[in-house]
């Protein structure tokens, strides 16, 4: 009891919740090309974050109710979740620490498109669960050494029967030296066993790498390493793998690029190989941002060696606060998909506008409109369709 309040003192807490009331009206719910069907889609939006710090917990965590209605009966009454949960607990202070984490979120079916740029709330979509506890060690060696070495449980589910579940285990350790401030190198291995109703597998990644900053706002890093996969049908599968990137301020604007290959998750399959080159270059100006971003990924089956997906994408956005409180927002985007089936469509263009105005006490009025047209040819559009949407949308925080 006395200590109690000690402690409670000790402890940076913060709670906001919110909540968000729009109406969207579509001109192409189900997305044909032909027979368009006009849905008016009421979404109320309750939800909050939290924050707590102390001495021996530090948790951050999100979540979102949501409430859809479709006016017209193109789909039922919708209640979905979206929760994000991180925690890190000291064990014994400075030497053993323990990571929680549990994320609840609508995702795609296929891993080279993002819910949050698709304009259907649930074609080819399903929730997801991933939930991990990991128990860890830092050893402090002499110098400037950090040790790192523990376990990590990863379970993974969905609600979509297509889906495959899977449940991860992983050892691992990475040394990190810092030689400078500015200058570290790290080494790391990692051993995981991964069990799934079709198939199982062990893999062990060796990797090594660095990073520097060089400047202000400027940095390089790089890290390349190897994979050894082994599935228990007896298949073998090795292959390089790395993460590297570099960000300059050139002044006029910041340029950044990436390059990464690493194991990615797909809802559809055991394995799945990612490698993405990504750049893009953003200029802050005196009322706002604007950027140019383009990006490849493509996705291989290691199970089959083949590509399942691909998406190559490019994309303009521009922000400017117009009066004070109100800000306008622009952007633009093309896509090319790899095509799974005839159905599919290869192209995707999209724009969006949209301005939002900040009123007194924490509440935000909107207005977005966007316009998607996906197409099976670059330059034609015979059989594509295009999709009109309008919200107008209110936010308050408390």
Do not use: C
């Not at 001495?55 to 979206?82: C, I, M, Q, V």
């Not at 030497?95 to 995702?107: A, I, K």
């Not at 969905?158 to 030296?177: M, N």
């Not at 927002?329 to 301005?355: C, H, I, W």
């Amino acid at each position: 009891m006395l200590l109690s309040p000690v402690l409670v003192s000790a402890a940076d807490s913060s709670f906001k919740p919110f909540l968000e009331i729009s109406e969207e009206v579509t001109d192409n719910i189900l997305e044909q090309s032909t027979n368009k069907n006009t849905e008016y889609i009421t979404r109320i939006r309750p939800g909050g974050t939290l924050h707590y710090l102390s001495p021996l917990w530090t948790w951050d965590t999100a979540y979102t109710f949501e409430f859809r209605n479709y006016a017209r009966n193109s789909k039922g009454n919708e209640y979905n979740h979206d929760a994000a949960l991180k925690g890190n607990i000291a064990l014994i202070d400075n030497f053993l620490f323990l990571d929680l984490s549990d994320m609840y979120h609508r995702v795609t079916l296929d891993p080279s498109r993002n819910v949050a740029t698709e304009s259907s709330l649930f074609l080819n979509q399903t929730d997801q669960n991933i939930a991990v506890i990991s128990p860890y060690m830092l050893w402090r060696l002499r110098g400037e050494n950090t040790f790192k070495t523990g376990y990590s449980f990863t379970d993974t589910r969905y609600w979509d029967p297509a889906g495959i579940e899977k449940q991860e285990h992983r050892g691992f350790a990475d040394l990190t030296h810092d030689v400078t401030s500015k200058f570290s190198l790290n080494t790391r291995y990692a051993y995981t066993r991964l069990e799934s109703l079709p198939s199982q597998f062990n893999r062990h990644d060796l990797s090594g790498g660095f990073k520097y900053d060089y400047a202000d706002k400027s940095f390089i890093f790089g890290q390349i390493g190897n994979s050894w996969q082994q599935f228990d049908t007896g298949l073998k599968v090795n292959y390089l793998f790395w993460n590297a990137g570099v960000t300059h301020d050139l002044h006029l604007a910041v340029a950044t690029f990436e390059t990464k290959v690493a194991t990615t998750e797909d809802p559809l399959a055991v394995s799945t190989k990612e490698t993405s080159y990504s750049g893009k270059l953003e200029k802050e100006l005196q009322r706002g941002i604007i950027g140019l971003s383009a990006s490849y990924a493509e996705y291989v089956n290691m199970v089959t060696n083949l590509i399942d997906h691909s998406t190559l994408g490019f994309s303009a956005k521009l922000r400017y606060e117009v009066f004070q409180n109100l800000t306008a927002n622009l952007s633009a985007a093309g896509e090319r998909f790899s095509q799974k089936t005839a159905a599919d469509y290869p192209y995707r263009f999209t724009g969006v506008a949209g301005m939002s105005y900040a009123l007194k006490n924490e509440l935000t009025l909107g207005l977005t409109y966007s316009y998607v047209t996906n197409q099976y040819e670059l330059d034609s559009t015979v059989g594509a369709n295009q999709i009109n949407k309008a919200i107008v949308e209110v936010k308050k925080s408390f």
